[in-house]
Each structure stands twice: as C-alpha cells, then as structure tokens.
C-alpha cells in the first residue's frame, strides 16, 4: 500500500516519455553497423560483475547469449522475450510480472501498478523498432521503459541494460564498454533521457573508432 500523497514515478516517466523528441535526436543516429574488437558486455560481466559474485556473472552471461541469439533472429522485444532472458538472469524456473507496487532507490521512487501497465509496457517495447526514430535513442528509450516499468520482483537493472544492448545488437550495433551507462536515473529527468540516448551513441561511435 503505498503513502497517501506518494508519487509514481511510472506515470511521471511516461508523461516525460511522451514529451522527449526522441525522433529528433540526430546526434544519436548511428548510421551503419558497429563491431567492436572487444565486447563490453561481456568485459563488464568477466570484469566487475565476476569480482563481486561470480554466479551472477554466469547467469548475465546466460542471459546475454540468448538475448544475442534472439537478436540475430530479429525477434520482435516483447515481454515474454525479455523474460526469458530474466529466468536466466535470476537462476528461475518462471519469472512473472509483478503483482504490486514496486520500490527503488531505497524506496524514494515508486512505480505504481494498474490494470493497464502490463499493456502500457509492450506497446513501449515494440517502440523499440519505431521508424523514423535513431537506433541509440530507441536503446536508450528502452532501458528506460525497463527501469521505471520495472516488471520484475528484482533484476531490473540487469534486464534494462540487456533491453538496450539486445536493440543495439539487433541492427548490428555493439558497444565495446557498457561502464559509462551504469548511472542512477531519474523519471522525471527529460534532458537526462535525452542525454542517456546521446551517450549511447557516443560509445557506439567511440567503439567504432577504436575497431
């Protein structure tokens, strides 16, 4: 139950959704393909992620396989995708959309949960092949629909930045660091959007160069 007076940070990132011109983001155009010499989701997982808990690393490896090979598929991003990677993620037999509120941020930000966020939801994944949208604006979009409709009990994270690296990956795009993107975000923070799908592009073209 949440506080009388208590914001959701759902309905405040989707207003902010709505009000970003993601389309106009030209300095997020990607133009072609990206294969870096080094893949920076694998070096955060072998790195950083495997000093602090080598089982979590395995399973985001897992996970990170099968969103790669969904994404040579061309798979449409669905919920049903996104969780499978998340059982993966987690080590589960069956992962569900959550059935409550959900917290974060030591319980500062509350995402809030009606009859239609589960809809609400797979209409902002399939926006992650929008037309006439640049790809690392739609990434960047896409983590940020995974965190602040944070679908699962816990992982969200985790499956927000595999969202965004499964809509790069599908039009061949790879990012050889993921580190810069491990920042807090905020709901209600438009120019951050914004920013976020910039420095998607930033690193993308960085890890061309550097190819």
């Known amino acids: 139950?949440?506080?009388?007076?208590?914001?959701?940070?759902?309905?405040v990132w989707c207003g902010v959704r709505r009000?970003?011109?993601w389309a106009?983001?030209?300095a997020a155009d990607l133009g072609s393909p990206v294969v870096p010499a080094v893949d920076g989701f694998t070096a955060?997982?072998?790195g950083p992620v495997r000093r602090r808990d080598p089982v979590r690393a395995e399973r985001l490896l897992s996970a990170y396989a099968r969103a790669r090979a969904d994404a040579a598929r061309g798979v449409p991003l669905t919920y049903a995708?996104?969780?499978g990677w998340q059982r993966a993620v987690l080590g589960a037999g069956r992962v569900a959309f959550r059935r409550g509120d959900a917290y974060a941020k030591g319980g500062r930000e509350r995402y809030g949960l009606t009859p239609r966020t589960e809809a609400d939801f797979a209409r902002c994944l399939a926006d992650s092949a929008q037309a006439g949208v640049p790809l690392a604006a739609r990434a960047a979009r896409t983590y940020l629909d995974v965190a602040f409709f944070h679908p699962f009990d816990d992982g969200n994270a985790r499956a927000a930045l595999l969202a965004l690296t499964f809509v790069l990956a599908r039009e061949g795009v790879a990012l050889d660091e993921v580190g810069p993107l491990q920042t807090t975000r905020y709901a209600d923070d438009?120019?951050?959007a914004a920013d976020l799908a910039v420095l998607v592009a930033v690193l993308a073209r960085a890890a061309r160069r550097r190819a």
């Open 1 to 11: 139950m949440s506080a009388a007076g208590e914001s959701d940070a759902l309905a």
């Open 44 to 46: 955060w997982c072998e």
């Open 24 to 26: 106009g983001l030209g």
């Open 190 to 192: 438009p120019e951050g």
């Open 19 to 21: 009000r970003v011109d």
């Open 81 to 83: 995708v996104l969780a």
